[in-house]
Protein backbone atom coordinates (compact mmCIF):
# COMPACT_ATOMS: atom_id res chain seq x y z
CA UNK A 1 0.00 0.00 0.00
CA UNK A 2 0.89 3.33 -0.68
CA UNK A 3 0.29 6.68 1.36
CA UNK A 4 -2.22 9.31 -0.21
CA UNK A 5 0.51 12.73 0.05
CA UNK A 6 -0.46 15.97 0.63
CA UNK A 7 1.42 18.65 1.09
CA UNK A 8 1.15 22.08 2.93
CA UNK A 9 4.00 24.59 1.86
CA UNK A 10 5.26 27.74 4.30
CA UNK A 11 6.61 29.74 2.74
CA UNK A 12 7.72 32.38 5.13
CA UNK A 13 9.71 29.63 6.11
CA UNK A 14 10.16 27.62 3.05
CA UNK A 15 9.20 24.71 4.59
CA UNK A 16 6.51 21.84 3.55
CA UNK A 17 4.35 20.05 6.53
CA UNK A 18 2.68 16.41 4.81
CA UNK A 19 -0.69 15.27 5.72
CA UNK A 20 0.44 11.19 5.11
CA UNK A 21 -2.83 9.19 4.61
CA UNK A 22 -3.65 5.28 4.33
CA UNK A 23 -5.53 5.30 1.14
CA UNK A 24 -7.94 2.42 2.42
CA UNK A 25 -9.03 4.37 5.49
CA UNK A 26 -8.96 7.74 7.37
CA UNK A 27 -5.85 6.97 9.26
CA UNK A 28 -3.40 9.79 8.58
CA UNK A 29 0.01 11.50 10.14
CA UNK A 30 1.45 15.04 9.80
CA UNK A 31 4.88 15.11 9.26
CA UNK A 32 6.88 18.33 9.99
CA UNK A 33 4.46 20.68 10.56
CA UNK A 34 4.98 24.45 11.36
CA UNK A 35 4.14 27.29 13.91
CA UNK A 36 3.81 30.88 12.62
CA UNK A 37 6.46 33.41 14.51
CA UNK A 38 7.07 36.60 13.93
CA UNK A 39 10.28 37.41 15.71
CA UNK A 40 10.51 40.93 15.13
CA UNK A 41 7.46 41.02 17.61
CA UNK A 42 7.49 37.71 19.41
CA UNK A 43 4.43 37.15 18.04
CA UNK A 44 3.21 33.46 16.79
CA UNK A 45 -0.08 32.69 15.00
CA UNK A 46 -1.32 29.40 13.61
CA UNK A 47 -2.68 30.08 9.78
CA UNK A 48 -0.21 27.17 8.95
CA UNK A 49 -1.49 24.73 11.71
CA UNK A 50 -4.55 25.83 11.04
CA UNK A 51 -4.26 24.60 7.46
CA UNK A 52 -3.73 21.76 7.94
CA UNK A 53 -6.29 21.16 11.08
CA UNK A 54 -8.94 22.43 8.71
CA UNK A 55 -8.36 19.97 5.69
CA UNK A 56 -7.95 16.94 8.31
CA UNK A 57 -11.23 17.82 9.45
CA UNK A 58 -12.91 18.56 5.86
CA UNK A 59 -11.55 15.22 4.93
CA UNK A 60 -12.75 13.38 8.02
CA UNK A 61 -9.31 12.03 8.76
CA UNK A 62 -7.90 10.36 12.33
CA UNK A 63 -4.53 11.85 12.81
CA UNK A 64 -2.17 8.55 14.50
CA UNK A 65 1.41 10.65 13.98
CA UNK A 66 2.51 13.86 14.45
CA UNK A 67 6.15 13.17 13.17
CA UNK A 68 9.15 15.28 13.40
CA UNK A 69 11.66 14.60 10.79
CA UNK A 70 14.45 16.59 13.56
CA UNK A 71 14.96 19.73 15.79
CA UNK A 72 14.09 22.22 12.92
CA UNK A 73 16.65 25.35 12.98
CA UNK A 74 14.56 27.67 10.91
CA UNK A 75 10.49 27.16 12.33
CA UNK A 76 8.73 26.26 15.09
CA UNK A 77 6.73 22.95 15.37
CA UNK A 78 2.88 23.43 16.05
CA UNK A 79 2.78 19.43 16.78
CA UNK A 80 0.88 20.55 20.44
CA UNK A 81 -1.31 22.66 18.96
CA UNK A 82 -2.12 19.87 16.33
CA UNK A 83 -2.36 16.97 18.88
CA UNK A 84 -4.69 19.73 21.00
CA UNK A 85 -7.14 19.49 18.15
CA UNK A 86 -7.23 16.25 16.16
CA UNK A 87 -4.85 14.07 18.15
CA UNK A 88 -2.05 11.74 17.41
CA UNK A 89 1.23 11.08 18.81
CA UNK A 90 4.41 13.40 18.75
CA UNK A 91 7.04 11.35 17.86
CA UNK A 92 11.28 12.16 16.98
CA UNK A 93 14.13 10.27 16.94
CA UNK A 94 15.74 8.98 20.31
CA UNK A 95 18.80 11.25 19.79
CA UNK A 96 16.77 13.70 20.61
CA UNK A 97 18.05 13.47 24.02
CA UNK A 98 22.10 14.60 22.35
CA UNK A 99 20.10 17.67 21.15
CA UNK A 100 18.14 18.61 24.40
CA UNK A 101 21.70 17.99 26.23
CA UNK A 102 23.69 20.22 23.63
CA UNK A 103 21.47 23.06 23.19
CA UNK A 104 20.17 22.70 26.86
CA UNK A 105 24.09 23.91 28.15
CA UNK A 106 23.68 26.64 25.00
CA UNK A 107 20.16 28.19 26.42
CA UNK A 108 21.18 27.81 30.42
CA UNK A 109 18.15 25.50 30.75
CA UNK A 110 19.27 24.79 34.17
CA UNK A 111 18.37 21.65 36.20
CA UNK A 112 14.55 21.93 35.41
CA UNK A 113 14.69 21.19 32.08
CA UNK A 114 14.58 17.48 31.25
CA UNK A 115 16.92 16.17 28.64
CA UNK A 116 15.34 12.58 28.32
CA UNK A 117 12.94 13.48 25.35
CA UNK A 118 9.75 12.34 27.91
CA UNK A 119 8.50 15.80 26.27
CA UNK A 120 7.72 12.88 22.80
CA UNK A 121 5.46 10.81 23.04
CA UNK A 122 7.79 8.30 20.91
CA UNK A 123 11.06 8.04 20.42
CA UNK A 124 11.96 6.03 16.82
CA UNK A 125 15.59 4.29 16.32
CA UNK A 126 17.23 2.60 13.67
CA UNK A 127 14.82 0.06 12.71
CA UNK A 128 11.75 0.70 14.26
CA UNK A 129 8.22 0.50 12.72
CA UNK A 130 4.77 1.93 13.21
CA UNK A 131 1.21 2.14 11.27
CA UNK A 132 -1.02 4.60 9.73
CA UNK A 133 -4.24 2.26 9.98
CA UNK A 134 -3.08 -0.09 7.22
CA UNK A 135 0.39 1.52 6.58
CA UNK A 136 3.44 0.52 7.45
CA UNK A 137 6.27 3.22 8.60
CA UNK A 138 10.06 2.03 9.18
CA UNK A 139 12.83 4.86 10.64
CA UNK A 140 16.01 5.33 9.03
CA UNK A 141 18.46 7.23 11.55
CA UNK A 142 19.94 9.23 8.93
CA UNK A 143 21.86 12.05 10.83
CA UNK A 144 24.22 15.00 9.94
CA UNK A 145 22.36 17.60 9.81
CA UNK A 146 21.44 17.05 13.40
CA UNK A 147 22.09 13.79 15.26
CA UNK A 148 18.60 12.95 15.62
CA UNK A 149 18.01 12.82 12.08
CA UNK A 150 14.98 10.83 10.98
CA UNK A 151 13.72 9.81 7.58
CA UNK A 152 10.41 8.26 7.09
CA UNK A 153 9.75 5.24 4.83
CA UNK A 154 6.51 4.71 4.43
CA UNK A 155 4.95 2.79 1.58
CA UNK A 156 6.58 4.09 -1.73
CA UNK A 157 7.46 7.12 -0.22
CA UNK A 158 10.39 8.63 1.85
CA UNK A 159 10.19 11.58 4.11
CA UNK A 160 13.73 13.03 4.18
CA UNK A 161 13.64 16.55 6.36
CA UNK A 162 16.64 18.41 5.69
CA UNK A 163 18.95 15.28 5.06
CA UNK A 164 18.23 16.13 0.96
CA UNK A 165 16.64 18.52 -1.08
CA UNK A 166 16.07 18.73 -4.36
CA UNK A 167 18.39 17.44 -7.13
CA UNK A 168 18.74 20.91 -8.19
CA UNK A 169 19.49 22.54 -4.79
CA UNK A 170 21.52 19.96 -3.34
CA UNK A 171 21.71 18.60 0.54
CA UNK A 172 21.21 19.89 4.41
CA UNK A 173 24.47 22.21 5.36
CA UNK A 174 26.28 20.27 8.02
CA UNK A 175 27.59 22.82 10.41
CA UNK A 176 25.07 23.23 13.04
CA UNK A 177 26.61 21.65 16.57
CA UNK A 178 26.36 17.73 16.47
CA UNK A 179 26.73 17.90 12.84
CA UNK A 180 29.16 16.03 10.27
CA UNK A 181 29.24 16.21 6.46
CA UNK A 182 31.31 12.71 6.20
CA UNK A 183 28.01 11.91 8.58
CA UNK A 184 25.45 13.08 6.24
CA UNK A 185 27.25 11.14 3.00
CA UNK A 186 26.78 7.85 4.88
CA UNK A 187 23.00 8.37 5.61
CA UNK A 188 22.15 9.85 2.31
CA UNK A 189 23.28 6.50 1.00
CA UNK A 190 21.17 4.89 3.41
CA UNK A 191 18.54 6.80 1.36
CA UNK A 192 19.89 6.33 -2.40
CA UNK A 193 19.93 2.57 -1.21
CA UNK A 194 16.16 2.58 -1.77
CA UNK A 195 14.21 1.52 -4.99
CA UNK A 196 14.52 3.80 -7.91
CA UNK A 197 10.88 4.79 -7.67
CA UNK A 198 10.83 5.37 -4.68
CA UNK A 199 9.17 8.66 -4.23
CA UNK A 200 11.28 11.15 -2.15
CA UNK A 201 9.57 14.35 -0.34
CA UNK A 202 11.98 17.11 1.00
CA UNK A 203 11.61 19.50 4.05
CA UNK A 204 12.04 22.47 2.35
CA UNK A 205 12.74 24.30 -1.08
CA UNK A 206 14.13 27.79 -1.91
CA UNK A 207 14.11 27.31 -5.89
CA UNK A 208 17.39 26.69 -7.56
CA UNK A 209 18.70 29.06 -9.78
CA UNK A 210 16.57 29.20 -13.40
CA UNK A 211 13.88 26.86 -11.50
CA UNK A 212 10.47 28.85 -11.27
CA UNK A 213 8.14 27.18 -9.25
CA UNK A 214 8.91 25.41 -5.72
CA UNK A 215 9.16 22.10 -5.42
CA UNK A 216 8.52 19.10 -3.48
CA UNK A 217 8.51 15.59 -5.02
CA UNK A 218 11.36 13.41 -6.44
CA UNK A 219 12.57 9.96 -6.31
CA UNK A 220 15.58 7.78 -5.41
CA UNK A 221 16.34 7.46 -9.57
CA UNK A 222 16.24 11.43 -9.88
CA UNK A 223 18.42 11.93 -6.83
CA UNK A 224 21.36 9.49 -7.76
CA UNK A 225 21.04 10.88 -11.09
CA UNK A 226 21.28 14.38 -11.02
CA UNK A 227 21.70 15.72 -7.26
CA UNK A 228 24.34 18.46 -7.94
CA UNK A 229 25.98 17.76 -4.41
CA UNK A 230 25.76 13.20 -4.15
CA UNK A 231 24.06 12.42 -7.74
CA UNK A 232 26.39 10.47 -10.81
CA UNK A 233 28.60 8.85 -8.45
CA UNK A 234 30.06 11.79 -6.56
CA UNK A 235 32.12 10.32 -3.78
CA UNK A 236 32.63 11.30 -0.11
CA UNK A 237 35.70 13.29 -0.12
CA UNK A 238 34.51 15.51 -3.05
CA UNK A 239 30.95 16.09 -0.92
CA UNK A 240 32.60 16.63 2.49
CA UNK A 241 35.37 19.38 0.72
CA UNK A 242 32.36 21.11 -0.66
CA UNK A 243 29.70 20.91 2.25
CA UNK A 244 32.21 22.20 3.87
CA UNK A 245 33.28 24.60 2.23
CA UNK A 246 30.17 25.73 1.50
CA UNK A 247 28.66 25.71 5.22
CA UNK A 248 31.07 28.48 6.24
CA UNK A 249 29.96 30.89 3.76
CA UNK A 250 26.12 30.68 5.07
CA UNK A 251 24.81 32.55 8.19
CA UNK A 252 22.56 31.20 11.08
CA UNK A 253 18.80 31.08 10.24
CA UNK A 254 16.54 33.80 11.12
CA UNK A 255 14.46 31.64 13.10
CA UNK A 256 17.30 29.56 14.95
CA UNK A 257 17.18 30.65 18.55
CA UNK A 258 13.28 30.57 19.03
CA UNK A 259 13.07 27.29 16.99
CA UNK A 260 15.91 25.02 19.26
CA UNK A 261 14.16 26.13 22.45
CA UNK A 262 10.65 25.36 21.14
CA UNK A 263 11.25 22.52 19.17
CA UNK A 264 13.34 20.78 21.93
CA UNK A 265 10.46 20.50 23.96
CA UNK A 266 8.33 19.33 21.46
CA UNK A 267 6.98 22.66 20.06
CA UNK A 268 6.43 23.46 23.65
CA UNK A 269 7.08 27.19 24.86
CA UNK A 270 9.74 27.30 27.64
CA UNK A 271 7.75 27.26 31.12
CA UNK A 272 5.63 30.56 31.71
CA UNK A 273 6.76 32.47 34.73
CA UNK A 274 4.91 33.23 38.08
CA UNK A 275 2.69 36.32 35.81
CA UNK A 276 1.75 33.58 33.31
CA UNK A 277 4.39 35.23 30.64
CA UNK A 278 6.35 33.31 28.46
CA UNK A 279 10.01 34.37 27.86
CA UNK A 280 12.74 33.21 25.13
CA UNK A 281 16.41 33.62 25.69
CA UNK A 282 19.03 34.91 23.44
CA UNK A 283 22.50 33.30 23.64
CA UNK A 284 25.24 35.94 23.45
CA UNK A 285 28.45 34.30 21.44
CA UNK A 286 26.99 30.43 21.68
CA UNK A 287 26.08 29.88 18.04
Not at 69 to 75: G, K, L, P, Q, R
Not at 222 to 250: C, P, S, W, Y
Request: with cysteine; glycine share 8%; proline share 5%.
Amino acid sequence: MNPVVTAFFDEATNTISYVVRDPSGSACAVIDSVLDFDYSSGRTDTKSADAIVDYVRAENLDVQWLLESHVHADHLSAAPYIQERVGGKIGIGDNIRIVQDTFGKVFNEGTEFQRDGSQFDQLFVEGDSFHIGQLRGDVLHTPGHTPACLTYVIGDAAFVGDTLFMPDFGTARCDFPGGSSETLFASIQKILALPDETRIFVGHDYKAPGRDEYAWETTVGEQKARNIHVGAGKDQNAFVKMRDARDATLAMPKLIIPSLQVNMRAGQMPPADEKGDVFLKVPINKL
